[in-house]
């Protein structure tokens, strides 16, 4: 479990808190995602939660292993394994399997265990078959799976994605949104920071950060239910969210889940 509890952050001393009175869990098995408007802390949390960055106050806990304490560090790494917004500044090598790879190179792993490793990481990202190929020669949605590719073959027991799907196109999205999935039921635990508000319907728990405070942590629901606060909290309402919000409203029984036009349609 990872486990922040009470923590502080700032970057500079003077400086205010980036983060400030942070607790909150993080089990395996479990989809997190992380919303807030910009500037409001989400990749801030990210790199306290595997390390990179210490707290200022309040401590980060990764099984029982403080993320203050330099012993740790190494192992703390491997357990929380990050995944960044640009797939193009995660490929380090210039064949897909020899990208995966290296993580555990670095390691100091048997060859056959990296084999093993390399293979399993890209049947898990949909990428067998493509062990040989160019990273640059694919779509943006394949290198962002080569990517968690990359971190998968570290065998982290959580993964810290900081806006994976951002410069995807849509069917890019749905496959790592998919891929996502598939880790949680694999029983990674997860923490996914998105601005697409959709993204949230596929989590187990909702944590909205408004100038590095929680404001809100529920389940997608009860997030939805928030519907008038979101504004507030800098989140834009999706368009067919509000409009689904407006019906309601109007006593028409559109469900709180209903995100897109399809749902929303087989709902009236
Ligand atoms: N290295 C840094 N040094 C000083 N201040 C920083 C640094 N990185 C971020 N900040 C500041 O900390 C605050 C939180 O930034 P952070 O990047 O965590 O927000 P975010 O929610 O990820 O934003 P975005 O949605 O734009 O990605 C912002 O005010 C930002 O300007
Ligand atoms: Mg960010």
């Avoid at 304490?69 to 210039?94: K, Y």
């Avoid at 048997?110 to 990273?135: K, M, S």
Wanted: with cysteine.
């Amino acid at each position: 479990m990872i486990r922040v509890t009470e923590v502080d952050f700032r970057y500079s001393v003077p400086g205010r808190n980036v983060i400030s009175g942070l607790t909150l869990n993080i089990h395996r098995g479990e989809i997190l995602a992380v919303l807030g408007a910009n500037g409001s802390g989400k990749s801030t949390l990210a790199l306290l939660l595997n390390g990179i960055l210490r707290p200022t106050a309040g401590r980060v806990e990764i099984d029982g292993l403080l993320t203050t304490e330099a012993a740790n560090v190494s192992r703390i790494r491997s357990l929380v394994g990050m995944v960044l917004q640009s797939p193009d500044d995660q490929i380090v090598a210039t064949v897909v399997e020899e990208d995966v790879a290296f993580g555990p190179e670095n390691l100091g792993l048997e060859p056959d265990e990296i084999r093993v490793r390399v293979d399993a990481a890209l049947n898990a990202v949909g990428l067998t078959g493509l062990e040989r190929r160019e990273p640059h020669l694919l779509s943006g949605g394949q290198k962002q799976r080569l990517a968690i590719a990359g971190i998968l073959a570290l065998q982290p027991a959580f993964l810290v994605l900081d806006e994976p799907t951002s410069m995807l196109d849509p069917s890019g999205r749905r496959d790592v949104l998919g891929i996502v999935e598939e880790l949680r039921g694999q029983g990674h635990g997860i923490v996914h920071i998105t601005h697409h508000i959709e993204d949230i319907a596929t989590a187990d728990r909702v944590l909205v950060l408004a100038e590095g405070a929680a404001v809100f942590c529920g389940p997608p629901v009860e997030f939805l239910q928030q519907n008038r606060l979101l504004e507030s909290w800098g989140l834009a309402v999706p368009a067919v969210g509000s409009l689904a919000a407006r019906l309601r409203d109007r006593g028409v029984p559109v469900p709180v889940t209903a995100m897109t036009a399809e749902t929303i349609v087989s709902a009236l």
